[in-house]
């Protein structure tokens, strides 16, 4: 059986990120108008430039590069399995990632994060 159409563009999504090092690499797959849930945020992001301008400010020296497990989709939704790398100056964090997507017309227009240990991953961009 072929891989639904919105799995495989975020399939090439995650590679074009995965290989270049830039998570923002896949940002044509983003509706313009996205809302973002970011783990250890109350409110999401609105928008792909808001969320542009967040990716961007991470604090100098700070890096997530990301690998992806799988990818499963439908017409409306999406999901990828992720475990990701944070650096921060000499500090390193390794977590893995549910990342859920809502889909319309092959773009991503909302997402949500689940992950292995919020408390964890909020510590340490904290830098606790």
Do not use: C
Not at 44 to 64: D, H, N, T, Y
Not at 98 to 125: C, L, Q
């Amino acid at each position: 059986m072929a891989e639904h159409p919105n799995a495989a563009a975020l399939r090439a999504a995650a590679e074009r990120a995965e290989q270049s090092g830039d998570p923002m690499s896949g940002v044509d797959m983003l509706s313009d108008d996205i809302v973002w849930h970011e783990i250890g945020s109350d409110e999401p992001i609105r928008g792909k430039q808001a969320l542009m301008e967040r990716m961007s400010g991470l604090s100098e020296g700070g890096s997530i590069t990301t690998e992806t497990h799988d990818i499963v989709a439908n017409d409306e939704h999406a999901v990828q399995l992720v475990t990701a790398t944070a650096t921060m100056g000499d500090r390193t964090l390794v977590y893995r990632t549910a990342e859920i997507y809502h889909m319309k017309d092959g773009k991503v227009t909302e997402r949500w994060a689940f992950s292995d240990d919020t408390d964890r991953i909020n510590r340490f961009f904290a830098g606790s």
